[in-house]
């Protein structure tokens, strides 16, 4: 959604900015359920989690914790599309590597009395099922808000973009690299890993369609011309 011959008012990227922290919210209520089934980490935090254990061993700094090195990654992936393609850096992004952790903090003290981690397995399995398909549909609001998005996503949007196929199949695949390379490095996966690189993906190849309509009908009146 690169600007065709029409600039945003002031309103119409506070409504976009709006609309990603709903789509935010909703991803990380998906995400936070995800975590509680305890069945393995998401593709991307794989990938931290090996490159963690990497350097850990290396240096041994005290430092060294999930967070940061999640938050270097990402300030990494950003620097590299600021050279290659700056158009896809927007407020959105920053917002996205900032909030998403109090969110997912907010959802887990709300849900962790619920106990999702002693359930039986088949129940745990469908709790993360679950949180995957929500993680999808609000990542896919997110997208189509067209204010930004999580710097992880945008390494898949990137090259769907490069190479014209279908963001669902390149999500799979890059969710995969992420998998094998964390692996590699020292990272663990589970299950629940599978279930959200193979399923996060064609869910959120359906809701993109849909999103997109939506977001267009809310922030149409807000388009102006370019001069």
């Not at 029409?6 to 975590?35: C, D, N, P, Y």
């Not at 990497?54 to 005290?62: C, H």
């Not at 998998?179 to 590699?184: A, E």
Request: aromatic share 8%; charged share 15%; proline share 3%.
């Amino acid at each position: 959604m690169k600007g065709e011959g029409m600039k945003r008012s002031v309103q119409e990227w506070i409504v976009r900015v709006i609309i990603l922290m709903i789509g935010l919210t909703i991803a990380h209520l998906g995400v936070t359920l995800f975590l509680l089934a305890e069945l393995g980490s998401d593709p991307f935090n794989v990938l931290i989690q090996g490159l963690l254990r990497t350097l850990y061993g290396i240096s041994g700094s005290a430092f060294l914790t999930h967070g940061r090195v999640h938050i270097a990654v990402s300030v990494l992936i950003i620097a590299v599309l600021l050279v290659e393609d700056r158009s896809y850096i927007k407020i959105g992004t920053v917002l996205c590597m900032v909030c998403g952790g109090p969110i997912i903090d907010f959802f887990t003290g709300l849900l962790e009395p619920l106990s999702i981690q002693t359930l039986p397995v088949m129940a745990r399995i469908l709790v993360l099922a679950a949180g995957c398909a929500i993680l999808a549909y609000g990542m896919t609001i997110v997208i189509k808000s067209d204010a930004g998005t999580g710097p992880n996503d945008l390494v898949a949007i990137v090259i769907s973009d490069k190479l014209k196929k279908k963001f669902s199949i390149v999500r799979i695949l890059v969710d995969i690299g992420f998998v094998v390379t964390g692996y590699l490095l020292g990272g663990t996966f589970g299950v629940g890993t599978l279930i959200c690189a193979f399923l996060v993906g064609p869910v959120a190849g359906i809701f993109l369609p849909v999103n997109e309509r939506l977001v267009e009908r809310i922030t149409g009146r807000f388009h102006e011309t370019a001069e």
